[in-house]
């Protein structure tokens, strides 16, 4: 038997000046950054134009994104930049197509 297992992502967006960021999860994480793109969904990122995927990261269990996004949200904000850099350093927006 084959099972597809369910992928969740906790995911971080900037605005263009890369001057705000948005952290937090979800289990469509194209669809969900379209979403962004399209000004669908938290207030937040709409008031500051935020919609540049920069960081993600991928889990198999809902119970641990969710809880890796509560984490990064607690983080002091140099912290949650040098984490965006060792993986992306040059802070361009990521690709997920």
């Not at 709409?46 to 983080?75: S, T």
């Not at 802070?91 to 997920?96: G, Q, S």
Request: hydrophobic share 35%; glycine share 2%; net charge positive.
């Amino acid at each position: 038997m084959i099972v597809n297992a369910q992928k969740y992502y906790c995911y971080i967006l900037s605005n263009k000046n890369r001057t705000v960021i948005y952290i937090g999860y979800t289990d469509n994480l194209k669809k969900r950054n379209a979403q962004h793109k399209k000004k669908v969904g938290a207030l937040f990122t709409k008031r500051y134009n935020i919609h540049d995927l920069i960081y993600f990261e991928e889990f198999d269990n809902k119970k641990v994104a969710k809880a890796r996004e509560r984490q990064l949200k607690n983080w002091h904000k140099e912290w949650k930049w040098n984490l965006i850099k060792s993986v992306n350093p040059k802070l361009e927006t990521l690709n997920i197509n």
